[in-house]
């Protein structure tokens, strides 16, 4: 069973810089795993941000990007605002997709 | 705009049918594949099931293989999702969502917002 592994939970400042990361049991994260991220915020549908490793959608602030950082996808965001608190999830593609766990962010 | 509006949720029994539909606005419904990803409540997501644009290639999680069948009606801009034989673990907020696929990219675009299903006796 492949495992896609996120921080459980990060704490950031207002207008500090934060990196959530991505990993896969199969081994590192490569562009071929097209690794996807999404925010999703409570009673709302999943918002999609970054695409194919680091491409955005027409609506992704400018504050979040994506990449691959030491084996795994990342998705830093820069100059945190207190609109990101938010859960944050990764996704891979192997046969299928398959979502991380999700990273609970905190901004305090 | 571009809009994807879920319907069909509701309270079933543990071994029960229900069919979802998904009904898109917006775009063009025929050029896209699409997709089911669904979230048990206070859990991750995970996806359920996808199909091409034509319908004709479908794709499904080991969970649910053999159990529900998703199709789409080009001409009514529609996709569904017959879930048949269902168990209380089925119990989630289900997703429709657009999706595109080819050489260099990945991603599920466009989400709706979903509609509940709870297997509960």
């Known amino acids: 069973q492949t495992v896609v592994t996120q921080e459980p939970s990060l704490t950031v400042s207002p207008g500090g810089t934060v990196t959530l990361t991505c990993a896969s049991s199969?081994?590192?994260?490569?562009?071929?795993?097209?690794p996807n991220w999404f925010q999703q915020k409570p009673g709302q549908a999943p918002r999609p941000l970054i695409y194919?490793?680091?491409k955005k959608h027409s609506w992704t602030p400018t504050r979040f990007s994506g990449s691959l950082l030491g084996g795994k996808a990342a998705l830093t965001v820069s100059g945190v605002q207190p609109e990101d608190e938010a859960e944050y999830f990764c996704?891979?593609?192997?046969?299928?997709?398959?979502f991380g766990e999700g990273t609970k962010l905190t901004v305090l | 705009q571009v809009q994807l509006v879920e319907s069909g949720g509701g309270l079933v029994k543990p071994g029960g049918s229900l069919r979802l539909s998904c009904a898109a606005s917006?775009?063009?419904?025929?050029?896209?594949?699409m997709s089911w990803i669904r979230q048990a409540p206070g859990k991750g997501l995970e996806w359920v099931s996808s199909?091409?644009?034509?319908?004709?290639?479908?794709f499904y999680a080991d969970s649910v293989r053999g159990r529900f069948t998703i199709s789409r009606d080009n001409t009514k801009k529609s996709l569904y999702l017959q879930m048949n034989s269902l168990r209380t673990e089925d119990t989630a907020v289900y997703y429709c969502?657009?999706?595109?696929?080819?050489?260099?990219?990945?991603?599920?675009?466009?989400w709706g917002r979903g509609t509940m299903v709870t297997v509960s006796s």
């Open positions: 969502a657009r999706s595109f696929y080819d050489s260099d990219n990945r991603a599920f675009d466009i």
């Open positions: 917006g775009f063009s419904f025929s050029d896209y594949y």
């Open positions: 199969t081994g590192a994260v490569t562009d071929s795993y097209y």
């Open positions: 199909l091409n644009s034509f319908g004709s290639a479908t």
């Open positions: 194919s490793t680091s």
């Open positions: 996704l891979l593609y192997y046969g299928g997709p398959r």
